[in-house]
């Protein structure tokens, strides 16, 4: 569902179980891969990392994807959401 979202991937490297969403709009020299994002859930920031590892895709009733700063509702802001935040919310 995220990974169809343009400039949003899932990054799980080597092992399958260390998986991050990245934006590729915070991709630089620095940070070639892209920029990692913060993911809440229903409202209570889980840090950064795929989501999978806390909620299952039949139990997401929606979610939101805010891409930068400039477009963060308050409640979501914070210093770990600089590269935006996916914001998911379960039935």
Known sequence: ???D???IYLDCGLR???CKLLNRRG???FVP???EMSVWVDGVNIGKGGPD???RP???AGLEIYRGPASLPGEFSGSDSGCGVVAIWTK
């Open 33 to 35: 891969g892209g920029c």
């Open 27 to 29: 991709s630089s020299r």
């Open 16 to 18: 399958q179980s260390s």
């Open 58 to 60: 039949v139990e997401i």
């Open 1 to 3: 569902m995220i990974a």
């Open 53 to 55: 590892s806390v909620v």
């Open 5 to 7: 979202e343009m400039g």
